[in-house]
């Protein structure tokens, strides 16, 4: 096991990643973790989301995403609501106008990823990235994602029982 050469290779491919989703939400008018959270309410099947799942989902601490949910909110983008469960608790959901910019700029992001992966063997880069996240979430103890799949993909398919 080359465990050295991999690890620098993942921490300059994280660096060369980060830049790019950069670079790319600035052209949106948005940072990485506004269009995480949006990418994160757009694509999961429960109605509104607590912030303790959305930090846990995008890794943000919970003093970050108050403020990025403050952007969000002040753009139209989410939509705060008390939680019936807990009074002191806040739900977040993605109004239409943040769906509507969630599409525009994740439509605009796998245009701009389909020209990195276009020597790439995308399926076994899948299987070797999700065999790494489950190595770095069982170290971290991080819920685990690896297993998720976006919806337009329809060539792959998660795990059944998968939670989602």
């Known amino acids: 096991m ?43 099947t429960d109605e509104a989301v607590s912030p303790t799942v959305i930090a846990d989902w995008i890794v943000q601490t919970s003093g970050g995403l108050t403020a990025t949910l403050k952007r969000l909110e002040d753009r139209g983008w989410i939509e705060r609501h008390p939680d019936p469960d807990d009074g002191r608790g806040r739900l977040v959901t993605l109004s239409e106008s943040g769906r509507d910019a969630n599409d525009a700029i994740f439509t605009d992001l796998v245009d701009r990823y389909s020209s990195v992966f276009v020597d790439t063997d995308t399926d076994s880069g899948l299987d070797a990235v999700r065999d790494l996240m489950r190595g770095f979430e069982r170290l971290t103890g991080a819920t685990s994602s690896a297993w998720w799949t976006h919806p337009t993909d329809v060539s792959l398919t998660t795990t059944t029982g998968s939670p989602r």
């Open 2 to 44: 080359n465990a050295a050469t991999l690890g620098l290779l993942l921490t300059r491919l994280g660096r060369l990643n980060e830049q790019f989703l950069t670079d790319h939400h600035r052209r949106h008018g948005t940072t990485p973790a506004e269009a995480a959270v949006l990418l994160m309410l757009a694509n999961t």
